[in-house]
């Protein structure tokens, strides 16, 4: 057995990020820039008021309660075109460009309308600037807005857009396929036969690579033939940027994921010191111009889900462009709720738990008592991996370290 650090070095060192390419400031959401962005303009592009009210010479105000002429109204969108004056005001609404003159803006709610809106009555004196958003007070032209190796979320598309942004340097999504092997295996809706189960492995790992950040593609079931399976796994190659396969790497399964793979990719079978998720396999399938991955992941439910969650995210998200400290899933200090046991078995073991918040203001996880490999309802009703180090187990109290993959 190898450890698990080891196997993802094995793994990560031939996983490359794809290369950036120009994308629309529309298509770009959920990617990773490739390199840094400024700003070519100004945000905002001119001097405007923050807020509904009157824009005025804060002179004319020291003094309030004032009675001011009003001469004219700016909207959102309109150019000015008046002059503020000594005993002028001009109402304005927010957003709207300053018109010359004035240098501060009062408030609607510390004004009173008299003469049907020809005179306002300013009761509030303002000072200089006050109510008054300038020119690139948000960003200014030249400006970094954001570096490479960040994931773009929704609020920087809406910086992008306001700063006049229309591509960005960015690597673009992995395209996943996902397939599951084996002649047991049935989606149709119909009665099982003897001898057959449900498919659930591949319906579980298409969502998992869209979390990850990817973009999945349904290879269905692949029987256990060859000739099928190579052909699969040939057109995988040639349409996809990485192929994560579910079953056949065990020891013991019936060795046609084994005898394809081995002959047609170069190929790592691995034996993990990890529990569930111990056998692994990795490799490199050539397509005549590119070394597409492949993530051979066991076929029990759980420990597909694991080695999943442990190798192939970060592997994938590395693909994307992601640096090492999003990669990867967020470890947490965690305090164990209940003992742990276990036995001394050369391996690290990781256990499904639910973390929550403690009124003690700390992260505690519970753990329930569906460990099992094939279990696979019990990882749905949790949100983290408990990492229960080589030994005898956690006691009650216990702090551990957990890898969340939801909500606490």
Same mark, same amino acid.
Request: contains cysteine; proline residues 5%.
């Given at each position: ?6 196997? =993802? ?6 996983? *490359? =990020? ?39 010479? $804060? ?6 309660? &004032?009675? +001011?002429?009003? #001469?004219?109204? &700016? ?15 001009? !109402? ?12 501060? #803006? ?11 809106? $020809? ?33 773009? %979320?929704?609020?920087? %598309? ?9 591509? *960005? ?28 189960? =449900? ?7 298409? !969502? +998992? ?11 269905? #079931? ?10 699969? +796994? ?8 990485? #192929? *994560?396969? $579910? ?9 046609? *994921? ?9 190929? @790592?079978?691995? @034996? ?21 991955? &492949? ?37 947490? %200090?965690?305090?164990?709720? $209940? ?54 187990? +956690? ?5 551990? =370290? ?7």
């Amino acid at each position: 057995m190898i450890p698990l650090e080891d196997a =993802r070095q094995r793994v990560l060192s031939r996983c *490359v =990020r794809l290369a950036p390419t120009l994308v629309g400031v529309d298509d770009v959401y959920g990617l990773v820039l490739a390199a840094e962005v400024r700003s070519p303009e100004n945000v905002p592009p001119f001097d405007n008021t923050a807020v509904d009210g009157y824009a005025v010479r $804060s002179e004319d105000v020291v003094s309030a309660p &004032i009675v +001011l002429r009003v #001469i004219g109204e &700016i909207a959102a969108g309109a150019a000015p075109d008046v002059v503020v004056e000594a005993g002028t005001a001009v !109402r304005i609404m927010t957003g709207a460009p300053l018109p010359e003159g004035c240098d501060a #803006i009062v408030m609607v709610e510390d004004t009173e309308r008299l003469k049907d809106g $020809s005179e306002v009555k300013v009761v509030t004196a303002v000072s200089s600037g006050a109510g008054i958003r300038r020119a690139g007070s948000d960003i200014t032209a030249g400006h970094e807005l954001f570096s490479a190796g960040v994931e773009v %979320t929704a609020a920087m %598309t809406g910086v992008l857009s306001s700063c006049n942004v229309r591509t *960005v340097s960015a690597h673009p999504r992995p395209k996943v396929a996902v397939l599951s092997t084996g002649d047991e295996l049935v989606d149709d809706g119909g009665p099982l036969r003897i001898g057959q189960i =449900r498919e659930s492995n591949r319906m579980m790992l298409l !969502r +998992l690579v869209t979390e990850a950040g990817c973009t999945p593609v349904d290879y269905g #079931i692949i029987r256990d033939d060859e000739s099928t399976l190579e052909h699969a +796994l040939r057109d995988a190659a040639s349409q996809c940027d990485a #192929i *994560v396969t $579910s079953g056949g790497v065990s020891m013991g399964d019936y060795d046609v *994921v084994k005898m394809v793979l081995s002959r047609i990719a170069d190929m @790592q079978w691995m @034996q993990i010191a990890m529990k569930p998720a111990k056998p692994f396999a990795f490799g490199e399938l050539s397509d005549g111009v590119r070394r597409v991955p &492949i993530f051979g992941l066991p076929g029990n439910p759980v420990s597909s889900f694991v080695s999943f969650e442990l190798i192939a995210r970060p592997a994938l998200r590395t693909m994307a462009g992601h640096p090492t400290t999003t990669a990867f899933r967020s470890y947490a %200090t965690v305090v164990v709720d $209940s003992d742990v046991r276990r036995k001394v078995d050369g391996k690290v073991h990781f256990d499904r738990v639910f973390a929550y918040w403690h009124d003690d203001g700390r992260l505690h996880v519970r753990r329930g008592d569906d460990q099992a490999s094939h279990q696979l309802s019990a990882s749905a009703r949790t949100n983290a991996l408990l990492e229960v180090p080589d030994g005898e187990g +956690l006691s009650a109290g216990a702090s551990a =370290r957990a890898l969340l993959f939801g909500p606490a």
